[in-house]
């Protein structure tokens, strides 16, 4: 079994910022990406960024050069900040974990969600 936590959300105003953080636990052999997605009212759940185990990463052209992804590996963790950020960033953010568990077996797993308002 494997548990995403996810932290950081919560209102800030126009230009402000954020960071969120989600760390995986349980058994867990190694992870393979891990993602930030986001799904504001009405809309379709999107990638924000990704990062894979060797570092690599993309990002929604919306975000890029305000948001920056990174991991701490050691830590399963992921996190996400969030700079200048903009009202049309407003939604609920999730955590994406791809891995193998200590079975060798390939899963995905999502984190319940954190959410993010930046008013004007």
């Known amino acids: 079994q494997v548990q995403l936590v996810e932290s950081g959300g919560g209102l800030v105003q126009a230009g402000g910022s954020l960071r969120l953080s989600c760390s995986a636990s349980g058994t867990i052999f190694g992870i393979t990406s891990m993602a930030w997605y986001r799904q504001a009212p009405g809309k379709q759940r999107e990638l924000v960024a990704r990062?894979?185990?060797?570092?690599?990463?993309d990002y929604a052209d919306s975000v890029k050069g305000r948001f920056t992804i990174s991991s701490d590996n050691a830590e399963n963790t992921v996190y996400l900040q969030m700079n200048s950020l903009k009202p049309e960033d407003t939604a609920v953010y999730y955590c994406?974990?791809?891995?193998?568990?200590?079975?060798?077996?390939?899963?995905?797993?999502w984190g319940k969600g954190t959410p993010v308002t930046a008013s004007r």
């Open positions: 990062i894979t185990n060797s570092g690599s990463t």
């Open positions: 994406y974990v791809a891995l193998f568990t200590a079975r060798g077996i390939m899963g995905t797993y």
